[in-house]
Each structure stands twice: as C-alpha cells, then as structure tokens.
C-alpha cells in the first residue's frame, strides 16, 4: 500500500497526532522504495530533538525496527548516512530502557539486542558504521556506534573496505581516531590485500597515518597481493610528507620490491617523476639508489627511458659520483643509452582511483555548466544595475550637494560644504560606488575574452561588486541629503528611513546566503 500524504508528513515533521492515528498502518504504509515512519524520520536530521523519542519509537514498535528498503537499508543505516546522532541515540536509549543494559527486546525478526541490529548489513555489505563513516560532515554517530559496540572488528563490506579503510580513503581523521581509540579489535583490511595504512599513503592522509603507525606499527611490515608496501603507495603518489613519515616509521619499506618487476618505492618515485619523494628516499636511504628492477635498470635508467630530463638533472647534481651512471641493465646498456619506454604493471587500486577522478570531473563539468547559466542570466541584470550606478555616482561627483563658491578668492569653484562631515562621507561613499560599479563592467568585459573556467570567477566577483556598489550609493544619498537639507529634524528622519531601509537590504541579502547554505548542506 502507498504511504498516505499526511503520514508522509508527519514523519517528515513529527506530527505525532497524526502518527497515533496511523500506527496500526505501518507495516503496510510504504514508499515505492518500501521505506517506513522510521526511513523518512532518519532522513530528517535534527527532527528527534522537536518530539519525545522515546514516544516516537515507542509508536512504531520494535517489529518496525529491523524493517528494510530496497536497498537493505534499517532506519539506522539512513540515520547514520545521514549524522543524525539524535535517532541513533534514542534507538540505542530506547533499547536500554525497555531491554535491560544489554538491550534485549522481543523482536519477530529474530534480533533481539542493539549490538546485533547496528551489525546488520546492507546490500552492499554496509554496517551502521560503513554509512556512519562514509558522511563526511558530522562524525559523532561514528564515535556512538563504536562505543556501543567496540569488540567488534567491522568486517569489509562488498567492495572490501572496513569503515577504518574507508575513514582514510576520504581523508576524515576524526571517524580513523573514533574507531582507533574506542574499538578493542579494529579491522585494518582493505581490497587487494591492502590495509588502512596503504589507503592512508595512498590519500596522503599524513594525521591518519600518524595515528595508524601509533595503534598497529606492524602494518609497515605488511604488503598486499602485489607486493607493494605502503611507502611504494607514498612514494608512487609523491606527497614527501607521507614518503617522509613512512621512513620515519621503518626505513626497511625503502627496499621493499614489487612482485615480478623487483621494483622499490624508489622506482616507483621515478616512474611517476616525483622529484620531492625521491629526494626524500635518497636522504633517508641513499644506499637505494644501488637497487635495480628485474631488467637490471636502477633508477636513472628509468630516468632516461621516461624522458624525466629534471629528474636526470638532479642525479646528476647530486649523485654524479655514484655507479647509476655507468651501471649495465640487463641488455648491457648504461642508463644514456636506453630507448623507448618502461615496463609498468598498475596496480587495481590506482585504477579505481583514476575512475572516481573521472566521475568528479564529470560531476563538477555538469555543476560548472548548470552554474554558468544560472550566472550568464544574473551578469545581464547586474550590467544593467551596476551600468545606472556608475551613471548616477558619476554625475553626482560633480553635482556637488550645497553648490559651488562661487566668489572671487583662492576658494573659488570649490565646494561650500566640504569641510562638514557628512559632506565627507558622502565624497567618500560616491566614490566608492563609482569604482566598484566600474570594475564591475570592467570584469564584465573581462570576462568576454576569458575561457569558460574563468569566466564564473568573474561574474561573481562582478556581483559581489555591484552589491558593495548598491550599499555605497544608498549611504552617499542619504549623507547627501543630510547635508543640505535645513531641518535638522527632517534630516535625521530621513537618515533613519534610509538606515532602515539599509539594515533590511542587508538582512534580506544575508538570510539568502543562508538559506543557500543550508539547501547546500542539506544535500550533502
């Protein structure tokens, strides 16, 4: 049966009138993708905190809890994805209260205590904590689930990541020190034989490592199904910092060689033309320069097959006296004299890596394009309105409010009122319009003759420019005003009116961004 509107609602909002009048419907009130009260409630962050959690589980009843969508997903998997601490919180309290401090409740579904729901798994092999992980804003669900459950070593999921592994490929240190500081027995495997470590090195999440190489020094030792250790990911990536905290951690990973290709950290440093990894290598170790691959190449060999001419400068500087140079691959040549290029094999990781880069260029090319049409329509309008005011602050410069002295003396031609105050205030603001209205068009212009990358950078400058613009020209009118009107009463209303009328522009523009804001974190 399809979930009614108003129920709908009401899980939205926490109409609980509405729920009491529809709990005995909640088994068979579902959305097309079968998600129940609970799924929707779970969706709404910060709605618990608005309604008594206890009443609001207490009306869905325990059988709902273990309810799954389509996706396999309980109430607590879409919580978590979602950091919404309040649910999960009340779910774990609700299950203390009514099931004793182990939480045993009854359930049809055969589960019967909070740790063995928060274990459950979806289709894709996602625990709580997967989901909990895996959002990147809010991390204290991570650290409630953990704590309620810290013996157990969350397994991979489908794709073979733990939540540890996935805290480190997101680069997200808080969820890697919830999960080290809390869990008794934490799982450090990732796909491919890789651990957290190699997924640290990898993402150069050098405050992850840090704490890694804390908890489990022994993962250094550890290398996957090719043969690569995690300074081989280090090194292969570039970042010195992480090549330089490997080393740091066991210089032993220096000599560690790829299965087949016999390559080191090193080679690999070369490969990629990572200058700063290689220098960082050789200072730690320089006695690696001496390691060669299976084809016998060392790494100038390397150097010269790849056309890495900056690279062979540094060996040269640096390292002129060593045997690089006249060292004899496999085919009997020195490094000047080979051609053509490497022998490389990827590794499945880097692959995966390459894919996701691919979707996030895809991605950010359809928002730069929905972005620029969005602003081609606005850069119209502000052309428009900051064209009057460069207009209308022009002629004002030299429509001077009070008239000119017009008596023979060295004073004359200049302004009558311009020793006041206001009278400066108004010079000032004017001018101030006058300049940001006119860089406004310049950037307008501009931005005709830039690429389309440059061009939003340029429109938004150009409409954060016309709003300084728009606030200037209000305060010159009304310092204007104030300085030749005769009344002082009439003045200082007039100042109020505008002053107003000037807070309320302001709130109104703020309440926007605001809102923008927060439709912004509300997708994410």
């Known amino acids: 049966m399809p979930m009614d509107r108003r129920l709908y609602t009401a899980a939205k909002e926490g109409d609980m009138k509405v729920l009491e009048e529809y709990k005995s419907q909640f088994a068979t009130q579902l959305t097309p993708y079968n998600n129940t009260v609970l799924h929707i409630a779970a969706q709404n962050k910060g709605l618990i905190r608005k309604i008594n959690s206890r009443d609001f589980l207490a009306i869905a009843g325990p059988d709902l809890f273990s309810s799954l969508n389509s996706n396999g997903d309980t109430f607590i998997h879409m919580a978590a994805r979602k950091g919404n601490r309040d649910l999960v919180e009340a779910f774990i309290n609700y299950m203390k209260t009514c099931g004793g401090p182990d939480g045993v409740i009854d359930i049809e579904a055969g589960i019967r205590t909070t740790i063995e729901f928060l274990r459950i798994t979806n289709n894709y092999g996602n625990t709580a904590l997967h989901e909990a992980v895996m959002q990147r804003h809010d991390c204290s669900v991570v650290e409630l689930l953990v704590k309620e459950d810290p013996d157990f070593s969350y397994p991979p999921n489908n794709a073979r990541k733990t939540p540890l592994y996935l805290a480190a490929q997101i680069k997200n240190e808080k969820p890697v020190e919830h999960i080290l500081n809390n869990s008794t027995s934490p ?24 704490m890694i190489l804390r ?79 299976s084809q016998g190449q060392n790494v100038l060999h390397i150097a ?30 020195v490094p000047d004299e080979i051609t053509g290029n490497v022998s490389f094999q990827s590794h499945p990781c880097w692959e995966e890596l390459e894919r996701n880069n691919i979707r996030w260029k895809e991605s950010y090319k359809k928002w730069f394009k929905g972005r620029m049409e969005v602003w081609k329509e606005r850069a119209n309008t502000h052309l428009i309105v900051v064209t009057l005011i460069l207009t209308v602050s ?42 940001s209205s006119t860089a406004a068009v310049f950037l307008h212009y501009l931005a005709t003759y830039e690429k389309e990358n440059k061009r939003l950078s340029r429109y938004v400058a150009a409409g954060i420019l016309a709003l300084v613009a728009m606030l200037a020209m209000m305060i010159a009118f009304m310092t204007g005003l104030y300085v030749v009107l005769p009344s002082t009463s009439l003045a200082i209303f007039i100042c109020v009116i505008c002053s107003l009328s000037l807070a309320l522009f302001i709130f109104l523009l703020g309440k926007s961004f605001y809102d923008s804001f927060q439709k912004k974190r509300k997708k994410y």
């Not at 796909?191 to 840090?210: D, I, K």
């Not at 951690?249 to 990894?277: C, F, R, S, W």
């Not at 008596?407 to 031609?413: E, L, R, T």
């Open 187 to 210: 799982s450090y495997a990732g796909p491919y034989g890789t651990t957290v470590l190699h997924a640290a090195a990898m993402y150069n999440t050098t405050e992850c490592m840090e």
């Open 394 to 435: 022009f002629a004002a410069g030299f429509t001077i409010p009070g008239g000119y002295n017009g008596d023979d003396g060295p004073n004359k031609g200049m302004a009558i009122i311009s020793k006041k105050t206001a009278f400066k205030a108004f010079a000032v603001t004017d001018t101030i319009a006058m300049i």
């Open 304 to 333: 010269y097959a790849k056309e890495h001419w900056k690279m062979i400068t540094l060996f040269e500087d640096q390292h002129w006296n060593n045997n690089i140079f006249v060292q004899r691959d496999a085919d009997g040549n």
């Open 215 to 293: 908890k489990e020094p022994s993962l250094t030792k550890q290398v996957d199904d090719f043969g690569w250790n995690p300074l081989h990911f280090a090194a292969y990536v570039g970042f010195k910092l992480s090549v330089r905290t490997l080393l740091m951690a066991d210089k032993h990973m220096a000599y560690g060689t790829i299965k087949e290709e016999n390559k080191t950290p090193l080679h690999l440093a070369v490969i990629n033309n990572k200058i700063q990894a290689v220098e960082e290598i050789i200072e730690q170790c320089p006695d690696s320069l001496d390691a060669v691959t």
